[in-house]
Every structure is written in structure tokens, then in C-alpha cells.
């Protein structure tokens, strides 16, 4: 029977090339099957692993060797300072797409009731990471899957953000003709040829790319937006590193102006700023 310090030191070895942080996952999935916290490991570290706790534990080491995301084991991401559930219906969100909610939040002054709109929201991570920063907001979020969206509506209860109106639907057809303030969408751009969607096949193909440029999300919800904008209106985008230049054509060939784009904390390109005077 291996103790649980045993038990660590064998699955981050057996981790080492799947992971890029083998022993934080070990020590994650091992918090998970002993029901404690990553600290509360420390103080088991001399306790044996039952027959039934060393069966999980080799489950979950197995199923994170063969590529599934950790989020999807534990069941949980932290984004923004929000713990949110994630399951494989909803694409794992990334600390880059924080930049994305520092554009807005940058934009959105704090006592605001400004409408925003966030498209394809899948866990809901940008819509409650808004809310939680300007309560005063008016959050409408969409998803075209269902079980994403059932996702998200569940971390708004489990965090008590409650003031998001939830939509079920493609893009705009959700809303109707409801105008907002700011549009914000991080949607799928990975080009469906792309060899880097191998390494997320366990994530839903639906959130990851959109077809065979990876801009066909883009062009959609540039083409809609004008028409649900009102005011000076912000239209914030995610996109991949090396979409920038495409996505602000699309934006200068829809009438947008002030169009910028912003780098993430890695210093790369990942967002696209526009505003657009509504003629409404």
C-alpha cells in the first residue's frame, strides 16, 4: 500500500510528459480522490491509499496522460478569481481571455448600467467575471449549446451573480433586435485544419474552431454587430496571435473605427478593440 507522499512523487514522474506543471496535477488529483485540500495532502502525506483510492487515482492519472484537461478532472477552473465548474461541454478558459475582460472593464465606468452583451459565453466566465467588477451592468449572455449554457447559468447561482440574462441561441439571433453598449465575444478562431486542435481534441470541437480560416465566427459577429450596437459602441474581440491584421480589416470594411489591437500578459496580440457611432 503506497502512502500518500508515495503516491505523489509516482504519478507527477508518470505525469512528466503530458503536463506542463506534473506535480501541481498530481497533487490536484489526489486532493479530488481523497476529498481534501492540496494542503491537507501535506498532513496526510504518511496515510496509506485505500484499494478503492488508488484505483481513482490511477483512473484520473491515466485519463490527464491521454490528454484531458485537468479542469475537466477536478471539475473546476479559476478564472478571474471565480472558481467555475467546467465539464467537457464547455471549452476551459484561459488566462489570456482575462485580457479580454481588462479591455472592458478599462471601457465600462464602475457605477455603469451600460447594456453588454457577451457572445458565446460557454462557462460563462467573461459574463461573470463582468458582473462580478460592475454589478450596476445590464449582462445578456448567449451560447448556441444548451448544455454549455446550463454550464454557465449553474456557476452564476453557485457564486450568487444573478443579474446575467441567459439566451439560448447563434450569435445575434438570441437578442433579437436588442441594442447594447459594448458587444464582447471570445468565439472559436482555430483554423479547422489547424494541427494544434490534436492537442485539445478532449475540448468541444464547436467552441474551438468555426470552420477552415478560423475567421468565419469573426466575420459573422463583425457583420452583426452594427445593427446592435447603440451609442458609441464597443465591439471587444479574442483572437489568435496571428488574426489581428485580418480582424481589423474585417472591422475598417464594416464601417468600425478606433480600431486597436491589445497584447496579453504574454506580450502577444489577442485582442481587438473597435467603436462604431450607431445611427440609431
Sequence with gaps: MSTVAESLVHAARQLAGASESPRLDAELLLAKVLSRSRAGLVVAGDLGLGATEASD?????????????????????????????????????????????????AAVPEDSDCRILDLGTGSGAIALALASERPRARITATDLSAEALAVAVGNAGRLGLTQIDWRHGDWFDAVGGERFDVIVSNPPYVASDDRALHALHAEPRLALTPGTTGLEAFALIVAGSPSHLQGIGLLALEHGIDQAPAIAGLLARHGYAHIRAQDDHSGRPRITLATMQSTR
Design 57 to 105: 487515482y490511477a483512473d484520473l492519472l491515466a485519463r490527464r496522460v491521454a490528454g484531458t484537461p485537468i479542469a475537466y478532472l477536478v471539475g473546476e477552473r479559476e478564472f478571474w478569481s471565480l472558481p467555475l465548474a467546467v465539464t467537457p461541454a464547455v471549452l476551459v478558459p484561459r488566462p489570456e481571455t482575462e485580457t479580454l475582460v481588462e479591455a472592458v472593464l
